[in-house]
């Protein structure tokens, strides 16, 4: 998300403008010091109203140290909820558990209000999954088109028969007091045990910076997604209310579940502490997550050291950027950023046509270029890691188990 803030406010003894808006936690606000605000301050003299962020460059200061390509995998830190779907013969509950799963996702975030680096055409992330129970999964994440910005990403863990395909469009606009970024595109989930009820397709809220030209710097999610299964009739609106100027509170959700016409319950709660689902039949609630119980359960993903990435692999594509981030060097920042960008653009200046490696546009969507699997579970992870990590013309040699 963008990060940009107020005028240039140096930090010292805390006071009353500088305290955390009230109910709010304290990891989804941001104060700059005297040079950061200024250099904002410059930044937001050249923008209008209106105005697509997609071509304006951003201090480093304001970055999450790693690409979008690997944020994406937040939405994969919980798989337990929806691990072992296949065996539930309701399909008011599968969709119940995929909810669960989608929602569960965006508690995982840095502190402050951050946005990763933006993705140049042809990064790629990729990483394994190990879980408790002797399975793994797999994820693979390419950008696939730079204007506009395209990330594709795959996600699938044949031993538990889940397979998540989609895609993420952000555009930020500059809208005043604040930076808007909407998410277009969506996730796809497919639980492999039950062919029968095709896609279940969830679009993605959109995401506010707030106060960056007086107030304190905020990061809400705005607007309503919704999530569906056409096969079954089966759909929630979930709404992600932003906090009013006078009234409201921060991070809340509020959404109905509905089977055709016949409402199955309601969905309300904060997404950043407790989410809940009321049955509509029996008034009973039951937990959809609890961030405070389950938050730090993430399951711990494998990613190659950089030494031993690609030239385009995310981590070792950005790494003297994230070092400098880490140390705090902006200067060493800055210049890391734009090396990077300028190698990009002397390569698109070479007028050579880019060419996806993983993904490939079909029907207006980005699919994986891995098509058929194994039906046995321990072929298709065989087969699903050999591609994830097939050599490139620079070499790569796949994980081992």
């Not at 990060?3 to 140096?10: E, I, V």
């Not at 089977?259 to 997404?271: D, M, P």
């Amino acid at each position: 998300m963008m990060g940009l803030f107020t005028k240039g406010r140096p930090r010292g003894p805390s006071s009353a403008a500088d305290k955390v808006p009230e109910d709010t936690n304290p990891d989804d606000t941001s104060i700059l010091d005297e040079d950061e605000g200024s250099i904002i301050l410059s930044l937001i003299s050249q923008l209008r109203v209106g105005m697509d962020l997609s071509k304006v460059t951003f201090p480093t200061f304001v970055l999450e140290p790693r690409s979008m390509l690997e944020r994406i995998t937040d939405f994969m830190a919980h798989p337990d909820l929806i691990f072992g779907s296949e065996q539930c013969a309701d399909p008011e509950e599968r969709f119940i558990r995929v909810l669960q799963y989608y929602l569960a996702g965006w508690h995982v975030k840095p502190k402050g209000v951050k946005k990763p680096y933006n993705p140049v055409l042809g990064e790629f992330f990729r990483c394994r999954y190990d879980y408790s129970n002797g399975t793994q999964g797999f994820y693979i994440a390419e950008q696939v088109s730079h204007h506009p910005p395209i990330s594709a990403f795959y996600y699938i863990s044949p031993a538990n028969k889940i397979c998540i395909v989609g895609e993420l469009r952000p555009k930020s606009k500059f809208l005043g007091n604040s930076v808007s970024t909407t998410m277009e595109g969506e996730n796809r989930v497919t639980l492999m045990g039950h062919p029968e009820d095709g896609e279940y397709v969830v679009t993605m809220p959109n995401m506010y910076a707030r106060g960056i030209l007086f107030g304190k710097m905020v990061l809400e999610l705005g607007d309503t997604c919704t999530a569906r299964n056409d096969a079954h009739d089966l759909q929630a609106d979930i709404e992600f209310k932003t906090k009013g100027f006078f009234s409201g509170t921060y991070n809340a959700i509020a959404g109905r579940v509905k089977h055709g016409l016949t409402e199955l319950g309601e969905v309300s709660g904060k997404w950043s502490s407790l989410m809940e689902f009321k049955i509509a039949k029996t008034g009973e609630k039951r937990t959809l997550f609890d961030v405070q119980k389950d938050g730090d359960h993430v399951a711990p993903k494998w990613v190659a050291p950089e030494d031993e990435q690609e030239q385009f692999e995310s981590r070792r594509l950005w790494r003297d950027l994230t070092n400098a981030i880490v140390t705090k060097d902006m200067d060493a920042a800055t210049e890391a950023k734009g090396a990077v960008e300028n190698a990009q653009r002397e390569l698109r200046a070479t007028g050579v046509q880019h060419t996806t490696r993983f993904f490939e546009l079909r029907d207006n969507r980005w699919i994986p270029r891995i098509h058929q699997l194994p039906q046995d579970p321990q072929e298709a992870t065989e087969a699903v890691q050999a591609w994830i990590w097939s050599r490139s013309s620079e070499g790569s040699n796949p994980p081992s188990p």
